[in-house]
């Protein structure tokens, strides 16, 4: 290679730079394709194997940690069973399986939900993260129901309630371990007005409307808040615990 | 340089002519050679080069394979990249055994460069580009080669899959390597998944495989999933338990359930330290669950395992709330240590309503009412009923006594 010199070297030299730097990223950006692609075809393999080797894989203690390890790394659900003849009858796996995911999707979910979900929603997050396999789509609300129905023996800590003609509210955290209350006081001194309104818990904590209206309800059951409908645009919640702290301040 | 061969300007059978440009100059990597101002014609598996005239003629000429091209640039002539693109470079692989023979025997260059007079035809360009990556050669049956008296016949073309040159270097080296790596760990895993017997032989390097995987993929993007509910099932599947208590190994169920509070209690400490003591019984069931696989224990086995936290001197115990719910608590959120505690906070506060105790200790209101309420069972509190609500003192009775 001969040598060069002056801006036409420079020129090359940087555009040289520029070649090579871009064919990295180029390369690691086939990488990750690799990546993804392998990890989609270790997906469909162990949500197909979960599905159809259940007995065999449980069989052997060794592999059958093994299996749970890989499934865990991908992030594949290894309880895939289908709701055969025998669960009917609330015989075999699958309504435990469905009870397992259902609590799990709500435990996931409770960071912005405070532990209220539609069964709808519940429903169609259960599905997404089962699996892609068809028979997974066919999971009804009815069997929801009947799983959530086998967790009833813990006491009412975990419940549907029914809201509408066809509608459910899955409710999965207890009123003891409810921390909404405590932020909804945490709201109201926060502001320093000794109230609060649907709309400020939604506008302010991003709540939905149903979940505010759950607290604040709960709230006025058990005497710590007050409800004063004078307000002509919505109703308001007085905290008479604030009472004097907003008179001093 | 030494990927062209000479050959007459004929095209094979299943060969299409596409495109032709004039004035060409070819360059071996960044030299100048011999072969200037000559004919280009692109083909669908070729690129030949003559002097003028020669190609239609059909006389001996330059020909250049594409399965040796594997990437395409353009490159500016003038000094700042002025009146567009000049040349083309394309990067070659490795020179195959049983070639015929061309211009030059070695070349220290993995690439050659088109120089076109008139800068160079996109037209052209995009058509060199889309032959290379259409393959024409891999889709049929080797192209049988014109048998004449000049040219001897060479041994049956050699595909591509069959180059295993030891010598790389470079940019293609390294992007051949890494392409047989993943070619060699795609294989591997479709072995391994025919059937259940393979993957149990192939179980451990199939782990380790799936972790490298989803570390790398979350070095990449943060996460495996975006999903919520994928991201905290892998986590609790991650938690897993060795061996899990399974009825078929007691004699009775009550040794089975006494062995399974066992492995409640083992594995709930730290997760019930690290969420404040309490959980839901649905929530523990879950965790169980997830951490055994697919040895699921039914909602009544893990409660009857629960009521025995107890007799297995479990640093947790079941407990039942009034309004019905179960929780799994530690031994630390028993009655006298709660009351102890919640005295302790009162005297520091002067006064706690429930409201401020539940900010305080970052519990729910109704358990920072029950608190206060065995607070004041245990003689530890006077409570204060009044229209701003219920307030609890620390009792004097008992202090100042």
């Known amino acids: 290679m001969r040598r060069r010199a002056g801006v036409g070297a420079i020129q090359k030299h940087r555009l040289e730079q520029e070649k090579y730097k871009e064919k990295g990223t180029e390369i690691q950006e086939n990488q990750f394709q690799q990546m993804s ?30 299996f749970q390890e890989m499934c865990a790394a991908i992030g594949v659900d290894p309880l895939a069973s289908g709701k055969g003849f025998w669960s009917v009858l609330g015989i075999g796996d699958f309504y435990y399986e469905l009870g397992v995911q259902i609590v799990e999707v709500c435990l996931a979910t409770n960071y912005k939900n405070g532990g209220l979900i539609t069964l709808e929603e519940l429903r169609s997050r259960l599905i997404a993260s089962r699996g892609r396999a068809k028979k997974h789509q066919d999971i009804t609300n009815e069997d929801l129901l009947a799983a959530v129905k086998k967790l009833r023996i813990f006491g009412n800590g975990f419940t549907v309630v029914p809201i509408s003609k066809g509608k459910w509210l899955v409710q999965s955290v207890p009123g003891e371990l409810n921390m909404d209350q405590t932020l909804v006081l945490q709201k109201a001194s926060g502001l320093g007005t000794a109230w609060v309104s649907v709309s400020v818990l939604t506008s302010d904590l991003g709540w939905t409307e149903i979940r505010a209206e759950n607290a604040l309800n709960h709230m006025v059951r058990e005497g710590l808040a007050w409800v004063d409908s004078q307000e002509p645009k919505e109703t308001l919640y007085w905290f008479p615990s604030m009472f004097a702290e907003c008179v001093s301040a | 340089m030494d990927r062209f061969e000479y050959i007459e300007a004929r095209l094979f059978d299943g060969e299409n002519y596409l495109k032709r440009d004039k004035n060409v100059k070819i360059y071996d990597g960044d030299d100048k050679t011999q072969f200037i101002d000559g004919e280009v014609l692109l083909t669908t598996h070729r690129l030949l080069w003559g002097k003028p005239g020669d190609i239609p003629k059909g006389l001996v000429c330059l020909s250049l394979h594409l399965y040796y091209v594997f990437c395409l640039e353009e490159e500016s002539g003038g ?99 890494i392409e047989e790596q993943h070619r060699a760990t795609d294989q591997s895993i479709s072995v391994a998944f025919q059937d259940l017997t393979k993957l ?82 649905a929530d523990v069931w879950c965790r169980v669950n997830r951490a055994r696989g697919l040895e699921l224990v039914s909602p009544e086995d893990l409660l009857n395992a629960c009521k025995l936290l107890r007799t297995v001197d479990a640093p947790m115990s079941l407990r039942k709330f009034p309004s019905g719910a179960c929780v799994l608590q530690l031994n630390s959120n028993r009655d006298e240590e709660i009351a102890k505690s919640t005295s302790d906070m009162i005297q520091e506060n002067g006064y706690l309503t429930p409201e401020k105790l539940s900010q305080i200790a970052n519990v729910s209101v109704l358990l920072a009412r029950e608190r206060l309420f065995t607070t004041e069972r245990l003689g530890l509190a006077c409570r204060d009923e009044s229209i701003e609500g219920l307030a609890f003192y620390p009792n004097r009775f008992l202090l100042e006594a």
């Open chain 1, 37 to 66: 692609k392998q990890l989609e075809v270790f997906r469909e393999n162990l949500e197909d194997f979960a599905s159809k080797h259940k007995s065999e894989i449980k069989k052997n203690a060794q592999f059958r940690r093994q």
């Open chain 2, 79 to 177: 000094v700042f990249g002025l009146g567009g693109p000049k040349r083309i470079i394309m990067h070659l692989g490795p020179a195959l055994p049983g070639k015929r023979p061309g211009p030059a025997v070695v070349s220290p260059f993995h690439y050659v460069k088109l120089s076109f007079k008139d800068g160079v035809d996109t037209a052209f360009y995009k058509a060199l580009s889309d032959a290379v990556a259409a393959k024409a050669w891999e889709r049929q049956t080797p192209i049988d080669t014109p048998r004449t008296a000049t040219s001897p016949t060479t041994a049956s073309r050699p595909t591509v899959t069959a180059v295993n040159s030891k010598i790389r270097s470079g940019i293609v080296g390294i992007e051949r390597s």
């Open chain 2, 200 to 281: 149990m032989e192939k179980a451990k390097e199939m782990v380790s495989l799936s972790k490298n995987i989803s570390t790398k993929i979350r070095e990449k993007q943060g996460d495996i999933s975006e999903d919520d509910t994928v991201r905290f099932k892998s986590y609790l599947m991650s938690l897993g338990i060795d061996d899990p208590v399974t009825r078929d190994a007691f004699r009775s169920d009550s040794e089975y359930y006494l062995g399974l509070a066992q492995q409640v209690s083992d594995m709930m400490v730290a997760v019930l330290l690290e969420c404040g003591g309490i959980m839901s019984l």
